[in-house]
Nanobody, 120 residues
Framework: QVHLVESGGGSVQPGGSLRLSCAATGNFVSLNPMIWYRQAPGSQREQVAGIMSGGSTNYGDSVKGRFTVSRDNARNTMYLQMDSMKPEDTAVYYC??????????????WGQGIQVTVSS
């Protein structure tokens, strides 16, 4: 199994920055890709950014140029640097990873989510 724990959420004013972390623990061989999602009240879950173990990334249109996803493979941790934040970035942010387990099977795992609020 894989356990994903998000940290770094909180409240920030418009134009401010936050950095989220997602730390993975458990019995796995690899995590690929790792992806940040978010869900605002009354809205569907939205893919924010994803990253492969080799470093290739992709971003949702709403965050391009403002958010940066990265990962430290040695620490099994993914990060999301959020700059120039807007009120519409307010949501619960979730970390997700596809894991190849030691058994050889592949499974999808989710973190518990962390609240991010952008408000003046």
């Amino acid at each position: 199994q894989v356990h994903l724990v998000e940290s770094g959420g909180g409240s920030v004013q418009p134009g401010g920055s936050l950095r989220l972390s997602c730390a993975a623990t458990g019995n796995f061989v690899s995590l690929n890709p790792m992806i940040w999602y978010r869900q605002a009240p009354g809205s569907q879950r939205e893919q924010v950014a994803g990253i492969m173990s080799g470093g290739s990334t992709n971003y949702g249109d709403s965050v391009k140029g403002r958010f940066t996803v990265s990962r430290d493979n040695a620490r099994n941790t993914m990060y999301l640097q959020m700059d120039s934040m807007k009120p519409e970035d307010t949501a619960v942010y979730y970390c997700m990873a596809f894991a190849v387990l030691e058994s050889g099977s592949v499974a999808e795992f989710w973190g518990q989510g962390i609240q991010v609020t952008v408000s003046s």
